[in-house]
């Protein structure tokens, strides 16, 4: 099973600056490591991505690196927006006592304020 | 998107009433989940289901009960509603339990037990 620990759990930083949520994770084993955004009010969707594979991935502001050694993921964003303010998470997967399967957690997330 | 469907969008409901929220999606995923988010606080995992013979509990499944009618369907009940059960309610559909998933959910549903 996986244990994330996601840091910090508030983050305010000033528009045009960069901002990194990192999350750190517990099992080896781990290949998959995703980030979601929920902004105020809306649902939580998927913004990047990333497999144990490669250690980089970007999509235009957002980026996702990891360092499989440390066991940590983290979520860039540069030149951040107001819209950028959202919480974000890194869910983790729990296992069931009959190792049925893993159960999907999210955790509290970090709450970014991009300040205009 | 309207994959996942949470029904209703909002309910006000009193304590010690019986209420269910529905769920249903169109992306043919077997599991399915139920979350409560609080204001300020994270999601927080009440029950999930990987397919429609299976059930399990979450973090927090007291006070809840669920039902997977079929594959498309997953109902969140709560028996006899109570103040704290006050928040926003998601449901989720992944394709496979495996994190290497994406998670797809409806829109939420705000319910307030006065």
């Known amino acids: 099973g996986e244990n994330v620990e996601q840091h910090p759990s508030t983050l305010s930083v000033q528009e045009g600056d960069s901002a990194v949520i990192k999350c750190t994770y517990s099992d080896s084993a781990s290949n998959y490591f995703p980030w979601y955004k929920q902004e105020l009010g809306k649902r939580p969707q998927l913004i990047i991505d990333?497999?144990?594979?490669?250690g980089e991935k970007k999509d235009q502001r957002i980026a996702v690196t990891l360092n499989k050694t440390a066991k940590h993921f983290s979520l860039h964003i540069t030149e951040t927006q107001p819209e950028d303010s959202a919480v974000y998470f890194c869910?983790?997967?729990?296992?069931?006592?009959?190792?049925?399967?893993?159960?999907?957690?999210f955790g509290g997330g970090t709450r970014l304020m991009v300040k205009p | 998107d309207a994959d996942v469907t949470q029904t209703p969008r909002n309910r006000i409901t009193k304590t010690g009433k019986r209420i269910m929220l529905e769920c249903s999606q169109t992306k043919g995923h077997d599991r399915m989940y139920w979350y409560r988010q609080d204001p300020g606080l994270g999601l927080r995992l009440i029950y999930y289901?990987?397919?429609?013979?299976?059930?399990n509990k979450g973090e927090i499944s007291d006070g809840y009960s669920v039902s997977r009618q079929a594959q498309a369907k997953f109902s969140l009940s709560l028996e006899s509603a109570i103040p704290n059960q006050t928040a926003l309610y998601f449901c989720?559909?992944?394709?496979?339990?495996?994190?290497?998933?994406?998670?797809?959910f409806g829109q939420g549903t705000r319910l307030t037990v006065v």
């Open positions: 289901s990987f397919d429609v013979k299976d059930i």
């Open positions: 869910p983790g997967a729990y296992p069931q006592e009959n190792n049925a399967g893993n159960m999907l957690t």
């Open positions: 989720a559909t992944s394709d496979g339990g495996h994190p290497g998933t994406e998670a797809f």
């Open positions: 990333i497999r144990s594979n490669v």
